[in-house]
């Protein structure tokens, strides 16, 4: 029963362009969403967080957006740089940070 | 470097078994959170302690166990292992509950 769903295994964009990553989930009680970020050999590090009651939230080059009635959000980087190469993974919760649901990861890949 | 430790970082044993992984939070983080990722699969969320008590379960199985020491250190013992539970094992805190938390590098569990 995968709650949160990551559709995309991989994606490839062009350095200097958008990267869109996408996550959908079933679970109508989650009312918080986090995107995290990891490296080979590393564990995952957070990047931005979503509650709910809002439908985007910006920091620097990452901007998530959630649409509610779809169940569904999105992590936009802009502009997308080769240090962006990594694995993403969608989270999410019900009433915070705690328990977290984690989708299976989609491999960003920064073509220079 | 996050400042979560976890030891050892691989781990190669038989099936029928019982290894016990540690995790040393950030200083002054109250909260450690473990996780396990299966080949393919997200981080399933497997239980988590607060200040030294329990305070959410996930799909831990019973074969599973977990504490956190005075010291908050915590270990996650895992028993009559299977081959099924080889996995990334992640620990994670955070300073308090409802902030963001902060992950190990994990602990690559081979079960032969």
């Known amino acids: 029963d995968q709650q949160v769903k990551q559709n995309s295994p991989s994606l490839s964009v062009q350095e200097g362009r958008i990267s869109i990553l996408n996550c959908d989930y079933t679970n109508s009680m989650f009312d918080y969403f986090l995107w995290y970020k990891k490296y080979p050999a590393e564990g995952p590090t957070f990047l931005i967080s979503?509650?709910?009651?809002?439908d985007k939230n910006e920091d620097g080059r990452f901007t998530v957006f959630l649409n509610k009635s779809a169940k569904h959000l999105s992590l936009h980087i802009v502009p997308s740089q080769p240090g962006d190469s990594a694995v993403y993974f969608c989270?999410?919760?019900?009433?915070?940070?705690?328990?977290?649901?984690f989708g299976t990861g989609t491999r960003l890949t920064i073509i220079p | 470097d996050s400042g979560v430790t976890q030891t050892p970082k691989h781990l190669i044993t038989a099936t029928g078994q019982r290894v016990t992984l540690r995790c040393s939070p950030r200083s002054g983080d109250l909260s450690v959170y473990w996780y396990q990722q299966s080949l393919d699969q997200g981080l399933q969320f497997l239980i988590q302690?607060?200040?030294?008590?329990?305070?959410a379960k996930g799909n831990i199985l019973e074969r599973f166990s977990a504490q956190q020491f005075p010291d908050l250190h915590s270990e996650l013992n895992l028993s009559s292992l299977e081959l099924g539970d080889s996995a990334l094992y992640f620990c994670?805190?955070?300073?308090?509950?409802?902030?963001?938390?902060?992950f190990g590098q994990g602990t690559r569990l081979t079960v032969v």
């Open positions: 994670a805190s955070s300073p308090a509950l409802g902030t963001e938390a902060f």
């Open positions: 989270a999410a919760s019900v009433g915070g940070n705690e328990k977290l649901t």
């Open positions: 979503i509650s709910s009651i809002k």
């Open positions: 302690y607060y200040n030294g008590e329990e305070r």
